[in-house]
């Protein structure tokens, strides 16, 4: 499989605990994407990185919440000390020069 | 601030009726707008795009400046149409992040 992938697919943890969620894009698309989606909403965008570079981060990223992207390849988002409130759907997705964006199947996070 | 409005949560049809999803946004700028589509227990997907002008599984889209709308269109819909639909759009294209709007559920009854 070509496409997108993310890991986990489901986590459920406990209020205060650290999570990280790690996707892998297609191989050669230089733009990642990280967004969140909670029931009744449309996904909302969080990150973005081209390259490596860490280039855009929406208000909605709080200091909680930290994401890299390494080489340029893989990323990782990191929640500290999760709170009730983080439950969501974490998406990723990624992209080349194009606006075209593939998104993997999604991370559930359930904070307990 | 609210950029891509969606008025129905849910919009059901019978089978071979005509569908229309409402799309209208809010941006002073140039947007690209776009439809993405999730299947149940699939990924969310692109389905359309308006700079394509393209007819995509027999849907279609035209932006309309003037009105700021970006209508999904459907003349006969099937069953297999079922689906979450999400109206999106891009503000700045150099970075390319995604706006959605809080999507539509088509419900196609046979």
């Known amino acids: 499989d070509t496409g997108v992938s993310q890991d986990p697919r489901h986590k459920i943890t406990k209020r205060g605990q650290n999570v990280t969620f790690r996707c892998d894009p297609i191989?050669?698309?230089?733009?990642l994407y990280w967004y969140r989606q909670t029931l009744g909403q449309g996904p909302e965008f969080l990150t973005y990185?081209?390259?490596?570079?860490?280039?855009?981060k929406s208000r909605l990223l709080s200091d909680r919440f930290s994401a890299e992207r390494p080489k340029g390849s893989f990323s990782t988002l990191e929640i500290q000390r999760t709170e009730q409130g983080d439950s969501a759907m974490y998406l990723c997705a990624s992209s080349s020069q194009g606006p075209e964006q593939y998104f993997g199947p999604g991370t559930r996070l359930t904070v307990t | 601030a609210q950029r891509v409005t969606q008025p129905e949560k849910l919009l059901s049809v019978f089978k071979g009726a005509p569908v229309e999803l409402k799309c209208n946004y809010s941006y002073s700028g140039s947007p690209e707008l776009f439809w993405y589509v999730q299947y149940s227990r699939q990924r969310l997907q692109l389905l359309l795009r308006?700079?394509s002008r393209e007819s995509i599984k027999g849907f279609t889209a035209d932006l309309n400046k003037g009105e700021t709308s970006f209508h999904l269109k459907k003349p006969f819909a099937q069953e297999e149409d079922s689906a979450m639909y999400y109206c999106a759009l891009i503000m700045n294209r150099s970075q390319g992040n995604l706006i959605f709007g809080k999507g539509t559920k088509l419900s196609v009854k046979p």
């Open positions: 308006h700079i």
């Open positions: 990185f081209q390259n490596e570079a860490q280039l855009e």
């Open positions: 191989s050669e698309h230089n733009r």
